[in-house]
Nanobody, 125 residues
Framework: QVQLVESGGGLVQPGGSLRLSCTAY?????????IGWFRQAAGKEREAVSC????????NYTDSVKGRSIIWRDNAKNTVYLQMMSLKPEDTAVYYC?????????????????WGTGTLVTVSS
């Protein structure tokens, strides 16, 4: 069964850090799969956060997380990670990862084929 499973969410204080994981089952990320991270806060639309290409590992970050987030992939573990630092209350959301087959060197957030069910991140004191 093809699926993505997110983990690593939880409650963290402002200024803290979290590492989110996105593990693929039923397919191999190294076969040219780009991964995107998205988030949706309560009452708001889903927004893109970061992505990593399926070819050369190029990355992209939305402005709101740029400089305090790092995305990388470990093909041996079939997992993509998103390290988020200096967390703010406005980072509170359900975080989703999604995948699509793409050999493009530039990742984007469109046309995702497989979605995870999400992991909740709450930033609060």
């Amino acid at each position: 069964q093809v699926q993505l499973v997110e983990s690593g969410g939880g409650l963290v204080q402002p200024g803290g850090s979290l590492r989110l994981s996105c593990t693929a089952y039923g397919f191999a990320l190294e076969d040219g799969y780009a991964i995107g991270w998205f988030r949706q806060a309560a009452g708001k639309e889903r927004e893109a956060v970061s992505c990593i290409s399926g070819s050369d590992g190029s990355t992209n970050y939305t402005d709101s997380v740029k400089g305090r987030s790092i995305i990388w992939r470990d093909n041996a573990k079939n997992t993509v990670y998103l390290q988020m630092m200096s967390l703010k209350p406005e980072d509170t959301a359900v975080y989703y990862c999604a995948a699509k087959r793409s050999w493009s060197s530039q990742c984007d957030y469109y046309g995702m084929d497989v979605w995870g069910t999400g992991t909740l991140v709450t930033v609060s004191s």
